[in-house]
Structures are given as C-alpha cells and as structure tokens.
C-alpha cells in the first residue's frame, strides 16, 4: 500500500509539469527581405519555360505535318522543279462571248486570280520543250490532287498568257468532277460543250467554242454532266482522238483535268498528252497523298513536267529557308516591274 501510495504522488507529480513551457527571448520585427520569390523572377520563369514548351510542341507539329508549304518540297515528291509560286489577288474581269454571237456581254465579276509572273516559267517551258515524238508539244494538261485546287485557275490564266494572235491557244475543260468551273467555261441554255461534242458528231463547231476578241482564246465547256465518272470515261475514250484533226487548227490545246484522286480518268489522259502541269496549294496538299498517287500511277508521274505552288502566304520564313522561292519572288517582282 505505501509503495502505491508512493508511485501514485509521484505521478501525480509527473503530470503537472506536463504541458507548453515557452520563453520570450526577444520581441517580433517585420522580416528585411520577403521569404518568397520575386514576382517578375516567376514570370520570367514561366516564359521560358512556356517558349521551350512551344517550341518543342511546333517542333512536334511540324514533323508529323505532311502539307506543302515550300516549292523544295513540291519538287522532292514530283521530281520535277516547282516553275512558280504565286499569291492569289482579286481581278475583275468581263467574260467575253465569240465573235458570231450577239448575246450581251454577262456584267464584270470579280475572281480569284494567279498573278501572271508566277506562271511566267510555266509558259516559256511548254513553249520551248518537245514532246516524246519530237515536236512541239500541243496537248498539255494542268492537274491537282483533289478538286477545286486550283488547277482550273492556273489552266485558264496560263491559256491566256500564251495565247496571241499568232499563236492560238485553246482551252478545253474536261473535269466533269470540279463543283466550280471557271466562269469562261460555264454552259448556258443552247451551247454545247466537251461531252455533247463527243456524243454527237465528234466535230467542233463555231457554236461549241468561244473566242476572246481582246486574248483570241477559244475555249471549250465540259458540257452536260448527269454522272461524273461515266462523263469522264466518255471524255477520254477512243471518240476524242477523232478530234484531233479539228485541234490541229490550234497551236496548243490546254485541257484542264480532273484530279488525282480521279486517278483513271487522269492516267487516261495521260496517253493523250505531251505533258501535265501539277498545281498544288499551299498548306492544303498533302506530300503523303501526292506521293502515293505518284506512286500508284507511274504514267501520269512520267508525264509531269513541272509544278506551280499557288496561294503562298507572304510569310518571310518561306523565303528564307527556301532559295526556289526567294528567286521566283524576286523574278515576280522584276517581270512586274517590267510589265509596268
């Protein structure tokens, strides 16, 4: 009992020297320097880090991106040099009917147009290069990789700039899959275009072919189309080689052509034509693409002669890095300059 009793005051005792034992040793002052970082050293942190990031993430982009966007890509795929890039500008101009008709001229509307020195190198090639006979060429097409891109464009303002009095150009359309064919080949009640020529009776007639009094261009509608695949079968059948006595009369025939992705109809032109020119646009044809339809057509590929890069960004990076452009851009700028 006394040695409970004694270890029971001895906890007692224990327990009440339990608890905060504190001691004032000198009174509080505000710090001199802040504990915690400088804002503007975070903001500063945070931009380089957030520029490496960036970086790292454009790097990614661009790699996995397979869009054309210089002409030195352009020419790697084909294999043949890129001949123009070009910005595309509005133009307004008046469509023009033939000379034998009376009809009043349609009001002036405004287009997208290809300046004229872009397709300068284009020209001066087809002009001065031969086909695999021999003579000069006179069946040329212009193509693209999938429809409406461009290549309706480039065959008609090309058609124009080598056409001239003494050298007479005409302009066929034949590509039944285009959405928006250009506004000089549109057919109207009573005219007769590619298609309703073949069907008939295979010859051209004043009706079917429009002339430009101030460029002398002739140019052909693609006619009457219910079924596009079944209108191109019929355009590049054996029926338009009984044309070619009438295209004799002309100088050079410029057709413009259906899209890669319409890989039949375009391998058979292919057999037709002396040549084809490849239109691509900027940031919107893809090198994959365009190379796998190279690959699975080696007769249209063979036929390409060069390409045109249309509605380039004026972006200073592309001139830059890209000799082919830096000299097509001072060439512009030197042919326009000349014009004026």
């Known amino acids: ?25 000198s009174a509080a002052y505000p710090p001199i320097h802040k ?10 942190i945070a931009g380089v880090i957030g520029g490496f990031i960036g970086l790292f993430a454009a790097l990614i982009l661009s790699f996995f991106d397979t869009r054309i966007r210089n002409p030195e890509q352009l020419a790697n795929v084909i ?8 910005k595309t500008s509005s133009r307004t101009k008046k469509k023009a009917g033939t000379a034998d008709n009376k009809k009043e001229l349609r009001p002036a509307s405004a287009k997208v147009a290809v300046d004229d020195p872009a397709l300068f190198n284009v ?18 097409g212009v193509t693209s990789l999938q429809k409406d891109n461009g290549s309706a464009l480039v065959a008609e303002q090309l058609s124009r700039l080598i056409s001239t009095p003494d050298h007479k150009v005409l302009l066929v359309d034949a590509n039944a899959y285009s959405s928006s064919a250009s506004s000089e080949n549109s057919v109207t009640d009573g005219e007769r275009g590619l298609i309703d020529i073949i069907m008939d009776d295979g010859e051209l007639s004043e009706k079917a072919v429009k002339r430009e009094p101030d460029t002398g261009l ?7 189309v219910k079924n596009s695949q079944r209108a191109g079968q019929l355009i590049w059948s054996d029926k338009l080689r009984e ?19 319409a890989s039949t109809d375009v391998g058979a032109a292919s057999k037709y034509l002396d040549s084809i020119i490849f239109v691509a646009e ?11 339809a190279l690959a699975l057509n080696p007769s249209i590929h063979k036929k390409i002669i060069g390409s045109v890069l249309i509605n380039a960004k004026e972006n200073p990076l592309i001139f830059l890095f890209s000799p082919v452009a830096n000299f097509l851009r001072k060439q512009r700028t030197f042919l326009s300059g000349t014009a004026k």
């Open 282 to 292: 900027w940031a919107k044809t893809s090198q994959t693409d365009l190379a796998t």
């Open 243 to 261: 044309l070619k006595p009438s295209f004799r009369q002309y100088d050079l025939v410029v057709f413009n052509l259906p899209p890669l992705f």
């Open 123 to 140: 020209a001066s090639l087809i002009q001065s290069s031969t086909s695999e006979t021999g003579s000069r060429m006179r069946y040329v």
């Open 35 to 44: 504990s915690n970082t400088r804002g503007l050293f975070i903001i500063a």
């Open 218 to 224: 002739s140019t052909i509608s693609i006619g009457t």
């Open 1 to 25: 009992m006394e040695t409970a009793e004694a270890a029971s005051g001895w906890l007692q005792e224990q327990l009440r020297s339990v608890g905060p034992r504190a001691t004032v040793v």
């Open 79 to 86: 294999g043949q040099p890129c001949l123009g890039v070009g």
